[in-house]
T-cell receptor
Framework: NAGVTQTPKFQVLKTGQSMTLQCAQD?????MSWYRQDPGMGLRLIHY???????DQGEVPNGYNVSRSTTEDFPLRLLSAAPSQTSVYFC?????????????????FGPGTRLTVL | GQQVMQIPQYQHVQEGEDFTTYCNSS?????IQWYKQRPGGHPVFLIQ?????EVKKQKRLTFQFGEAKKNSSLHITATQTTDVGTYFC???????????FGAGTRLFVKA
């Protein structure tokens, strides 16, 4: 199993450009999520999905769109890149839906995409 | 809103010294997870604690969940250079389907 894969590893954009960060998992996990990581701020949830066709917003959704047409793929779209979106982006998946009563809330993270917006 | 605080933000230790990071939640958590992220890497799940007062060990790492289920700690005995990285605690957000992470404690180990 490849686990969670992300492409690209690095990306430089100009302000106003759009792009899609790709994420795929081969563990048949229903739950997938996108986080951004900024120095001193830990991981902040952007969007998440509890299954194909179902997505919802996290803590910092503005400027990002997601869709979940298959169980395997969960792409993140930046609509009009801004310097404030310079960050490291991680995709994660889980076999649970991260509810309070879940037996395990383990998330498997991809290797990340380092994005710079000039 | 719901918050998870971690202290210290970073710590430098000499190899062989012990290390502890503390996690405090503004709300009662049904469970708590710990992750480790090596420099330049991605977070990797270490453990989940569920029960009040629970203590779990993984070799030199000891994890505790507080009696009130609002705080947790990770203690590393006799640190090694392989322990370097950032340690995050995380728990379920009120309302479900979301995880809230602490800001992390970055550990530096000097050989």
């Amino acid at each position: 199993n490849a686990g969670v894969t992300q492409t690209p590893k690095f990306q430089v954009l100009k302000t106003g450009q759009s792009m899609t960060l790709q994420c795929a998992q081969d563990m048949n996990h229903e739950y997938m999520s996108w986080y951004r990581q900024d120095p001193g701020m830990g991981l902040r949830l952007i969007h998440y999905s509890v299954g194909a066709g179902i997505t919802d917003q996290g803590e910092v959704p503005n400027g990002y769109n997601v869709s979940r047409s298959t169980t395997e793929d969960f792409p993140l779209r930046l609509l009009s890149a801004a310097p404030s979106q310079t960050s490291v982006y991680f995709c994660a998946s889980s076999s649970s839906k991260l509810r309070s009563g879940s037996s395990t809330n383990e998330q498997f993270f991809g290797p990340g995409t380092r994005l710079t917006v000039l | 809103g719901q918050q998870v605080m971690q202290i210290p933000q970073y710590q430098h230790v000499q190899e062989g010294e012990d290390f502890t990071t503390y996690c405090n939640s503004s709300t009662t958590l049904s469970n708590i997870q710990w992750y480790k992220q090596r420099p330049g890497g991605h977070p990797v799940f270490l453990i989940q604690l569920v029960k009040s007062g629970e203590v779990k060990k993984q070799k030199r790492l000891t994890f505790q969940f507080g009696e009130a289920k609002k705080n947790s700690s990770l203690h590393i005995t006799a640190t090694q250079t392989t322990d370097v990285g950032t340690y995050f605690c995380a728990g379920p957000r009120t309302g479900g389907f979301k995880t809230i992470f602490g800001a992390g404690t970055r550990l530096f180990v000097k050989a």
